[in-house]
T-cell receptor, first 114, second 111 residues
Framework: DAEITQSPRHKITETGRQVTLACHQT?????MFWYRQDLGHGLRLIHY???????NKGEVSDGYSVSRSNTEDLPLTLESAASSQTSVYFC?????????????FGPGTRLLVL | GQQVMQIPQYQHVQEGEDFTTYCNSS?????IQWYKQRPGGHPVFLIQ?????EVKKQKRLTFQFGEAKKNSSLHITATQTTDVGTYFC???????????FGGGTRVLVKP
């Protein structure tokens, strides 16, 4: 069955370190998204991609970067981790089908920055 | 930019009672989607509404899209403990494929 996976599921890191969160989907979807979820803020879009070599900034992109070298993967990099980036990170993918575009979410990565 | 607000932020419901959560967008939407996230889980798609005034039902859940396509509601009848979780609405503008999520309504059910 097609799926979307994230790794690691939990990560503890120190302020200033570079961290990369992986997202892999086997749906063959063109669209992929990264969100962070914090209490009281719901899901906020960090970066998104509509296809290979395409990346776009979301509403909270500062301090994050992504790259899309193939259809299946959209890794999220925190260039220099900050305590404010402690959060739960969700990756999602989507494709338009029969007029409906559903986002399928991965299980999430809990990141703690000390 | 587009903003999507949801109220209430928290909803404590007695099992068997009904409740409604509301979603309001600052801009006109091409469609609105609803997702449910169980505690400790990830958001899961429930439904999409596209047409002005559209109403869709899924068992005890009734979803409605406003006439102006700027607001939506989710009404749950006869709440059960399985309804526990956070319900998010997400609005899509006419251009692009990205969604703007509301802050969610966290539902707690008292048995």
């Amino acid at each position: 069955d097609a799926e979307i996976t994230q790794s690691p599921r939990h990560k503890i890191t120190e302020t200033g370190r570079q961290v990369t969160l992986a997202c892999h989907q086997t749906w063959n979807h063109n669209n992929m998204f990264w969100y962070r979820q914090d209490l009281g803020h719901g899901l906020r879009l960090i970066h998104y991609s509509y296809g290979v070599h395409d990346t776009n900034k979301g509403e909270v992109s500062d301090g994050y970067s992504v790259s899309r070298s193939n259809t299946e993967d959209l890794p999220l990099t925190l260039e220099s981790a900050a305590s404010s980036q402690t959060s739960v990170y969700f990756c999602a993918s989507s494709e338009l089908s029969a007029g409906q575009e559903t986002q399928y979410f991965g299980p999430g990565t809990r990141l703690l920055v000390l | 930019g587009q903003q999507v607000m949801q109220i209430p932020q928290y909803q404590h419901v007695q099992e068997g009672e009904d409740f409604t959560t509301y979603c309001n967008s600052s801009t006109t939407l091409s469609n609105i989607q609803w997702y449910k996230q169980r505690p400790g889980g990830h958001p899961v798609f429930l439904i999409q509404l596209v047409k002005s005034g559209e109403v869709k039902k899924q068992k005890r859940l009734t979803f409605q899209f406003g006439e102006a396509k700027k607001n939506s509601s989710l009404h749950i009848t006869a709440t059960q403990t399985t309804d526990v979780g956070t319900y998010f609405c997400a609005g899509k503008e006419a251009a692009g494929n990205k969604l703007t999520f509301g802050g969610g309504t966290r539902v707690l059910v008292k048995p």
